[in-house]
DNA sequence: ATCCCGAGGG
DNA sequence: CCCTCTGGAT
């Protein structure tokens, strides 16, 4: 696909959302930060349900750092992973004292460092959080840029570069949202919605799905 | 059965 | 590259 059609790709579901909702409904970065370390290999609304309480229990990192992993455990427990995260989270709130003030840092070596904080994460809080020129590839977006053509790769990072350099720099950050939310919605794995799918005409899908019932 | 906004370790 | 950790929705 060329460049200017992946803009225009993007710039369609750009149109069709103009106040995106994302699924996970955090754009503060620790808050944004612990729900994207809860939600591997979980659904968005349960890691919705469970941050609720959790940043009741624990706005931020100090407080969270005192809950520790027994007290974040009750809160997360409807979650997959939870044990592991229950540490990390606690973890993970004790570097951010000890190492950056509390505060969630803006580099993405430190975001990386640490614990539960991969590279998907830690692009995640770059874009959305910080509004940094990165991009989050998940499985979503991964399957959707390979099917469409938007940003063909054979591992998330090679999507990831080409997202980041085919995307409209302004339309960057937002485009996570756009694009996990296309990918969950429309462009499913199983029965992806052609018909009803508002960047179709700049889409390189051989199978366009015509209708509910031809799937 | 299969999937979900993964990371860490072998 | 592979595996494991884990629960809930469909």
């Known amino acids: 696909m060329a460049a200017a059609q992946a803009s225009a790709f993007i710039r369609a579901l750009a149109q069709a959302n103009p106040e ?40 931020d990192a100090a407080a969270m750092a005192r809950l ?40 993405r070596e430190a975001l990386e460092a640490l614990p539960g904080v991969g ?10 959080a910080f509004g940094e020129n990165a991009m989050a590839v ?25 997202l980041v350099k085919r995307c409209p720099p302004e339309l960057l950050r937002d485009a996570h949202h756009w694009l996990i939310l296309h990918g969950r919605y429309v462009c499913k794995a199983r029965r992806p919605e052609c018909w009803h ?7 390189n899908y051989p199978d366009k799905v015509a209708g509910p019932t031809s799937g």
Do not use: M
């Open 197 to 203: 799918c508002v960047a179709r005409e700049f889409c």
């Open 20 to 59: 995106p909702k994302p699924e996970l409904e955090y754009r503060d970065a620790f808050t944004l930060l612990v729900a994207v370390v809860l939600s591997a290999q979980t659904t968005d609304v349960a890691v919705n349900k469970a941050t609720a309480t959790l940043f009741e229990a624990a706005p």
């Open 68 to 107: 520790g992993p027994e007290g974040i455990a009750p809160h997360i427990r409807r979650i997959g992973l939870w044990q592991a995260k229950a540490k990390n989270v606690a973890a993970l709130a004790e570097q951010l004292l000890a190492r950056h003030g509390g505060e969630v840092p803006r580099e």
């Open 119 to 128: 590279r998907k994460t830690a692009n995640v809080v770059l874009n959305v």
């Open 138 to 162: 998940d499985t979503h977006i991964f399957r959707l840029g390979n099917r469409t053509g938007l940003a063909p790769g054979d591992t998330p990072r090679a999507v990831e570069d080409a």
